[in-house]
């Protein structure tokens, strides 16, 4: 059974970090392109980043650019997303994607930025 599992989202000042992970099982992470979305209150789900399984180029949304990275451990078949500089806007349901032949999502997690 394929499972993808975030980890890592909670409450977090405005001008701090967190770092999200997705952690795959019953699949080999490596062999897929990883993308994580967000979905803020009441708004659609949005691309966030997303790094290729060939190669691991990465390509951002344009309110991410210069304060998220993400990275990938094919060893742990792990994704991460580093956050950094978080605003109020950036609070959402941060959501993993696995895609190969098919699409596979993670559960979801929540990340609050507030003072």
């Known amino acids: 059974q394929i499972q993808l599992v975030e980890s890592g989202g909670g409450l977090v000042q405005p001008g701090g970090s967190l770092r999200l992970s997705c952690t795959a099982s019953?699949?080999?992470?490596?062999?897929?392109?990883m993308s994580w979305y967000r979905q803020p209150p009441g708004k659609e789900r949005d691309f966030v980043a997303r790094?290729?399984?060939?190669?691991?180029?990465?390509n951002y949304a344009d309110s991410v650019k210069g304060r998220f990275t993400i990275s990938r451990d094919n060893a742990k078949n792990t994704v991460y997303l580093h956050m950094n500089s978080l605003k109020p806007e950036d609070t959402a349901v941060y959501y993993c994607?696995?895609?190969?032949?098919?699409?596979?999502w993670g559960q979801g997690i929540q990340v609050t930025v507030s003072s």
């Open positions: 994607q696995a895609r190969g032949s098919y699409f596979f």
């Open positions: 019953g699949m080999t992470l490596g062999t897929y392109d």
């Open positions: 790094i290729l399984s060939a190669g691991g180029s990465t």
